[in-house]
């Protein structure tokens, strides 16, 4: 094996042009890492042109599941967590719920996520 190493340092810019150096110059077969989901949902579309799995080990974008079918992930999407957490918050009867959050992508993602799946 010949293992490569980059930094996206989680900006989606950085992690595209990664991409393209490891599917065209590198021709890198397989790619793992991915920590940002702004980065794995941007590099996604360069990988998946040149039929390149991807193992993501933290991003947890719910974007992410079903983006292509060579993506994989070990670290579970927030739309389980967001489900998880709406059906607490309605079994326990409350009608009234405050969200203090970051204007960040996860943090837009996750409150997707919730309030798709949150019914009060």
């Known amino acids: 094996y010949d293992l490569r190493f980059e930094d996206d340092r989680c900006d989606p810019k950085t992690g595209v042009t990664i991409a ?3 599917v065209s110059e590198k021709r890198v077969r397989f790619v793992t890492g ?3 989901s702004g980065v794995t949902l941007a590099a996604a579309s360069v ?3 040149h039929s390149v799995p991807m193992m993501v080990l933290a991003a947890s974008s719910p974007k992410i599941s ?3 079918p060579a993506i994989f992930r070990t670290h579970p999407s ?3 967590a967001a489900r998880v957490l709406a059906d607490h918050i309605q079994s326990t009867g409350t009608t009234r719920l405050g969200i ?3 204007e960040a992508e996860y943090s ?3 409150l997707d996520a919730f309030s ?3 019914k009060g």
């Open 20 to 22: 393209h150096s490891f």
């Open 34 to 36: 991915f920590g940002c």
């Open 47 to 49: 990988y998946n042109k």
């Open 66 to 68: 079903g983006l292509h």
């Open 78 to 80: 927030d739309g389980e």
């Open 100 to 102: 203090l959050s970051a």
């Open 108 to 110: 837009k993602d996750f």
């Open 116 to 118: 798709s799946q949150y």
